[in-house]
């Protein structure tokens, strides 16, 4: 039965997971800056597993996904759409390519999974001018919902229908999934407050702003509202200022207002499943509820639990998926989320910039591509 390995790259921790035969005998967390500053460490990790017992295959950091692509096949092309940075730029998580370029030098089979946007079962109509509508760790933690809630309901997972609201260290994003497949996304960029990112911008702020860096992306959330941008992202859920009040309420309500919207496209869907680093704070999923009461019909409201007691969901969920990719008992849950039916890039349906625009801005040279093709 398949050894395999998930990895979730986040803000705050890289954390890793690994299952073999269902089985988790992988279970850890390195803090973000000294895994991205030091690769060798998680290639080390997946290398002296891979010793231990060959391992089948390892579901690697993302970002914001390309559809089913081996780390050692990568090209400096893919990497940029993978991370969406020019060479050089600063800001974000930097060095998730060099960890990549390393991964897929290392002796592990490393794949990288897709992003909302990439999903068939998206329609296409929701992915104008998008890029993200959740990144590849979020497709991750959505598997991880979906299998769980069908065992909650005693279902398969073709017959569960939710919106995941994921409410992280840095930023929060909302998937909706109808009858097993991901329907819509708003990822952290384009989707809610966050603790420390701003979620969307309002275009006239963007304009007053000159430019948008990388950078700029991950500040104006919750925490720079309450005046403690470096605090613990706990910290927004137990205000003690007039501003720390503002913060909790304006995180609180956009949160809401995601899953209101997303509620179009997965109609009379009461379950919402909250996940990430908030979402195990005491007190956040009564206080989410009672206002969901207020936009959703007899709200059902569930926190994430997981199978292992270090790794983030997502870590989890990537863990799951690539079970499912090696042929183990995950498989029929890859089947219902489409991950091998994934295509295109995250370019490829902008129309306020062209896709030539936008990989130019990235440094992709070579011949233009139709929406839907593989870079």
Same mark, same amino acid.
């Given at each position: 039965m398949p050894r395999v390995i998930g990895i979730d790259p986040g803000t705050v921790s890289v954390d890793v997971c690994g299952l073999d035969d269902g089985h988790v005998f992988l279970d850890r967390s390195l803090p973000t800056d000294e895994a991205l500053a030091h690769p060798s460490v998680l290639v080390g990790l997946l290398e002296e597993a891979h010793r231990v017992a060959p391992l089948d295959l390892v579901a690697g950091p993302s970002g914001y996904g390309l559809p089913l692509t081996a780390a050692r096949d990568l090209t400096e092309a893919d990497l940029r759409l993978a991370y969406l940075a020019a060479e050089g730029e600063s800001g974000g998580i930097g060095g998730l390519r060099s960890l990549m370029r390393a991964l897929g030098r290392s002796s592990a089979p490393v794949v990288l999974?897709?992003?909302?946007?990439?999903?068939?079962?998206?329609?296409?109509?929701?992915?104008?001018?998008?890029v993200d509508m959740g990144t590849a760790d979020k497709v991750c933690a959505t598997a991880l919902a979906v299998r769980e809630h069908a065992e909650r309901c005693g279902c398969s997972e073709r017959d569960v229908s939710f919106i995941l609201l994921e409410l992280g260290g840095a930023f929060t994003a909302a998937i909706a999934v109808r009858e097993?497949?991901?329907?819509?996304?708003?990822?952290?960029? %384009? !989707?809610? *407050?966050?603790?420390? =990112?701003?979620?969307?911008?309002?275009?006239?702020?963007?304009f007053l702003a000159g430019s948008i860096t990388k950078g700029l992306l991950f500040v104006g959330g919750a925490a720079t509202i309450a005046g403690a941008p470096e605090a613990p992202p706990e910290a927004v859920a137990a205000p003690s200022t007039l501003r720390g009040r503002l913060a909790w309420e304006a995180y609180l309500e956009s949160a809401v207002k995601a899953v209101a919207a997303l509620s179009v496209s997965?109609?009379?869907?009461?379950?919402?499943?909250? %996940? !990430?680093? *908030?979402?195990?704070? =005491?007190?956040?999923?009564?206080?989410?509820?009672?206002?969901?009461a207020g936009v959703i019909a007899d709200p059902s409201v569930h926190a994430l639990t997981g199978f292992a007691a270090v790794a983030k969901q997502a870590a989890q969920g990537a863990a799951l998926l690539a079970d499912g990719l090696a042929g183990g008992s995950s498989a029929a849950l890859v089947d219902a989320l489409g991950i091998r039916?994934?295509?295109?890039?995250?370019?490829?349906?902008?129309?306020v910039i062209s896709p030539a625009q936008a990989r130019a801005r990235l440094g992709i040279t070579g011949a233009n591509q139709e929406p839907g093709t593989r870079n």
């Open positions: 999974t897709p992003g909302v946007v990439h999903l068939a079962s998206v329609p296409a109509h929701r992915k104008v001018n998008r097993g497949r991901i329907v819509d996304g708003a990822g952290g960029t %384009s !989707g809610p *407050l966050g603790v420390r =990112a701003a979620g969307a911008l309002d275009g006239e702020v963007a997965a109609p009379h869907t009461c379950d919402v499943i909250l %996940s !990430g680093r *908030l979402a195990q704070v =005491a007190g956040i999923r009564d206080e989410l509820a009672r206002r969901l039916e994934a295509c295109g890039t995250v370019l490829d349906h902008l129309y």
